[in-house]
């Protein structure tokens, strides 16, 4: 049988559900953050944490990149901050530094965390609820958000877990058109460069964008799938033989976004493989793009 349990943390709430299989842990008072995804038998963990920064309470105005710790956050209704009709849309979005409401609720013999929040700024009423398999390691996410305004609105949502990774790991997706919007050198890619993956052409002959390269050269990237040909993708460490794999509604998450940060970022090595309900990932250049969601009541993805 599941088991959940409550722990402090460093000033937190840390709600940790287990079976024999896999333990998810998550800090509903820091965006709801999924903080470790735990494989017992391998001892893997495949979420990635700051070597320097730890879950804490947030202050408002703290930049993302200054104070995440790691894990898997919820990105609403943008990234990138900006303006957008007026408002003044927050780095990363609304949601990852505020605490959320939660309670455990019954799922069968399943374990259930539920946690909701509602947005400062924009009027949206955000839910998640993660229901861990009884035996299997295998959770599913159950998100609704419901529009409280009376009128339709433009926003776009991202699901931004941060990677573990080694050379020995392997990034596996559907295949789809790619594009390079980032990138500290040539060997991955040109901005604006579109290309079939996995093989990036440069002149120096073709990456091959499901290897990952070691922290050493000192590199980072971010490319968007534009046109994914699926709805999944792995995470694979090929040496212990043990993965990550995630499997998302395609009518909802149209893109995926790729952050590869290669200890050429910040000295951080770790990779992002966001699914998005549009790009680009700044709201107000999405909209002008034609690329958004838009809520008229309730927008529900299981």
């Not at 959940?4 to 008072?29: A, M, W």
């Amino acid at each position: 049988m599941p088991h959940i349990n409550v722990r402090p943390f460093n000033g937190l709430q840390s709600v940790e559900l287990s079976n024999e299989v896999l333990r998810v842990t998550v800090f509903p008072e820091t965006g709801a953050r999924i903080y470790s995804i735990f494989h017992e038998p391998s001892q893997t963990e495949f979420l990635w944490h700051h070597p320097h920064n730890t879950p804490r309470l947030h202050e408002a105005g703290e930049l993302f990149d200054d104070v995440f710790p790691g894990g898997w956050d919820e990105l609403f209704p943008t990234c990138d901050a900006c303006e957008f009709q007026g408002l003044q849309v927050p780095d990363h979005g609304e949601l990852w530094n505020v605490p959320w409401e939660w309670k455990i609720e019954k799922n069968g013999d399943a374990a259930c965390l539920y946690t909701g929040v509602t947005a400062k700024q924009f009027p949206v009423r955000f839910e998640r609820r993660i229901v861990l398999d009884p035996l299997e390691p295998t959770f599913h996410l159950h998100y609704r958000l419901t529009n409280l305004s009376s009128t339709s609105l433009n926003l776009i949502w991202g699901i931004h877990p941060l990677f573990h990774i080694s050379p020995q790991h392997r990034l596996e997706l559907p295949g789809g058109k790619m594009k390079v919007e980032l990138s500290s050198g040539e060997d991955f890619g040109v901005p604006g460069q579109v290309y079939d993956w996995p093989h990036l052409p440069t002149s120096n002959g073709l990456t091959d964008m499901q290897s990952i390269p070691a922290a050493e050269i000192k590199a980072f990237a971010g490319h968007y799938c534009t046109e994914p040909r699926g709805n999944w993708f792995t995470l694979t460490d090929t040496v212990k033989g043990v993965g990550i794999k995630m499997v998302y509604p395609q009518e909802i998450f149209r893109s995926l976004w790729l952050w590869q940060s290669y200890g050429g970022w910040r000295e951080l090595y770790h990779l992002a493989v966001e699914p998005w309900g549009g790009h680009p990932v700044r709201l107000d250049q999405a909209v002008q793009a034609g690329n958004y969601l838009r809520a008229i009541f309730r927008i529900i993805a299981r």
